[in-house]
Structures are given as C-alpha cells and as structure tokens.
Nanobody, 128 residues
Framework: QVVLVESGGGLVQPGGSLRLSCATS????????MGWYRQAPGAQRELVAA????????????KYLDAVKGRFTITRSDANNTIYLQMSDLKFEDTGVYFC?????????????????WGRGTQVTVSS
C-alpha cells in the first residue's frame, strides 16, 4: 500500500506563488511516475504535471498541462520520497483541490500511466 500526503496549499493572490509537497510512505520503492491532478469547482480533474523516477527510467521525464507551462515546475527528491510542485504567477483559474498521484508502471510514456494511488488533496485558492 502506498500512502501519499499532500501539504502546502493555501490562499494566495493572483501573481503569487505556492509550493506543494507530497510525501510518500508505505510500499513506495516501486513507484515510478508521480504527479499532480487538480479539480476546480464544477470541472473534471486534470493532470497538471507529472515526473518519472530516474532510478526506473534512466532519465527524468516531465509532463505539464499547457496552461501551466512556464509557471509550474515539478521536481522530486528520492532521498525522502517526496515530490514538489512550485507554482508561480498563479491565476484565478489555478484554484482547485490538488491531488498527488503515483503509478508503479515502468517506462516514461505518460500515456500509459493511470495513477492508481491518490492522496486526499490540498486546497489552492487564488483570490484577490
């Protein structure tokens, strides 16, 4: 069982920054891809960013939602099994619950990850 715990959400003004963290525990050694989904009010969940495990894919691969490219950066620390999402120049439309996700499947083709492991989410609110 893999347990994912998010932190770092909060209220921020437009143009501001936040950093989300996701710590893993349990059977985390087999985890490859990890990422962040978000769900805005009344909208479907969407994958914001994802990153592979360099110990499983030889090099780190990342993927971003077009709407956040250049503003968000996903990183991971395998020393403490944690991923981060640095969010800058936040916009009203970035508001939502951000969920940490993980997948054990190998490779670096993001089309084949289904992220069976989910955290409980952390709220990000962008408001003036």
């Amino acid at each position: 069982q893999v347990v994912l715990v998010e932190s770092g959400g909060g209220l921020v003004q437009p143009g501001g920054s936040l950093r989300l963290s996701c710590a893993t525990s349990g059977s985390a050694l087999n985890i490859n891809a990890m990422g962040w989904y978000r769900q805005a009010p009344g909208a479907q969940r969407e994958l914001v960013a994802a990153i592979t495990n360099p110990s499983r894919t030889q090099q780190v691969a990342t993927k971003y939602l077009d709407a956040v490219k250049g503003r968000f950066t996903i990183t991971r620390s395998d020393a403490n099994n944690t991923i981060y999402l640095q969010m800058s120049d936040l916009k009203f439309e970035d508001t939502g619950v951000y969920f940490c996700v993980a997948d054990w499947r190998g490779g670096a083709d993001f089309r084949y990850f289904t992220y069976p492991y989910w955290g409980r989410g952390t709220q990000v609110t962008v408001s003036s």
